[in-house]
T-cell receptor
Framework: KQEVTQIPAALSVPEGENLVLNCSFT??????LQWFRQDPGKGLTSLLL?????REQTSGRLNASLDKSSGRSTLYIAASQPGDSATYLC??????????????FGKGTHLIIQP | KAGVTQTPRYLIKTRGQQVTLSCSPI?????VSWYQQTPGQGLQFLFE???????NKGNFPGRFSGRQFSNSRSEMNVSTLELGDSALYLC?????????????FGPGTRLTVL
């Protein structure tokens, strides 16, 4: 059974810092790895999707990498801003007998950017 | 274009009752997935529908069921509610539900079971 772990569980940094969020998974048989953010009381917003054949994806100040062999993904946020404060979740889409399975989520990293 | 909508946004039920939640996907999306989010267990996959057929199912009891209509709208039903069913229920839609698709989530339905 796939397990996804996110470290740290919480992080508080001053505005302007670059930071890295970590995600590890136990089963390398993933279709893709996705990063989401969740704001309080709201649904999830997709940030980046990395196919299993890819090594990284970039969007603006965000860069996500995937290393299937080590079972790790990182989300790099450059020049952090107070608006980046949210919970960040990583999720893996797994293989199953019927094809793609549902997403398996980590518990998230609660990020606070201090103005 | 309009995002994923879920109704109702908030719901209060008592133990033993049943509940139906609704999800309208983004226009053109044919895959709808449902997730349960609780503080203890985090986000857990319930099931996924594509073209009115359930393709995948998570590890939840049979009290949790769903369906999808020809217009891709989906409903999930929970029968004989238990206190532990209190959670935020999220649905997500995508074009085909495959590995290249971005999942778009709705705002969720907050279910409280008393």
């Amino acid at each position: 059974k796939q397990e996804v772990t996110q470290i740290p569980a919480a992080l508080s940094v001053p505005e302007g810092e670059n930071l890295v969020l970590n995600c590890s998974f136990t089963d390398s048989a993933i279709y893709n790895l996705q990063w989401f953010r969740q704001d309080p009381g709201k649904g999830l917003t997709s940030l980046l999707l990395i196919q299993s054949s890819q090594r990284e994806q970039t969007s603006g100040r965000l860069n996500a990498s995937l290393d299937k062999s080590s079972g790790r993904s990182t989300l790099y946020i450059a020049a952090s801003q107070p608006g980046d404060s949210a919970t960040y979740l990583c999720a893996g889409m797994m293989y199953s007998g019927g094809g793609a399975d549902g997403l398996t989520f980590g518990k998230g990293t609660h990020l606070i950017i201090q103005p | 274009k309009a995002g994923v909508t879920q109704t109702p946004r908030y719901l209060i039920k008592t133990r033993g009752q049943q509940v139906t939640l609704s999800c309208s996907p983004i226009s053109g999306h044919r895959s709808v997935s449902w997730y349960q989010q609780t503080p203890g267990q985090g986000l857990q996959f319930l099931f996924e529908y594509f073209s009115e057929t359930q393709r995948n199912k998570g590890n939840f009891p049979g009290r949790f069921s769903g369906r999808q209509f020809s217009n891709s709208r989906s409903e999930m039903n929970v029968s004989t509610l238990e206190l532990g069913d209190s959670a935020l229920y999220l649905c997500a839609s995508s074009l085909f539900g495959d590995s290249t698709d971005t999942q778009y989530f709705g705002p969720g339905t907050r279910l409280t079971v008393l």
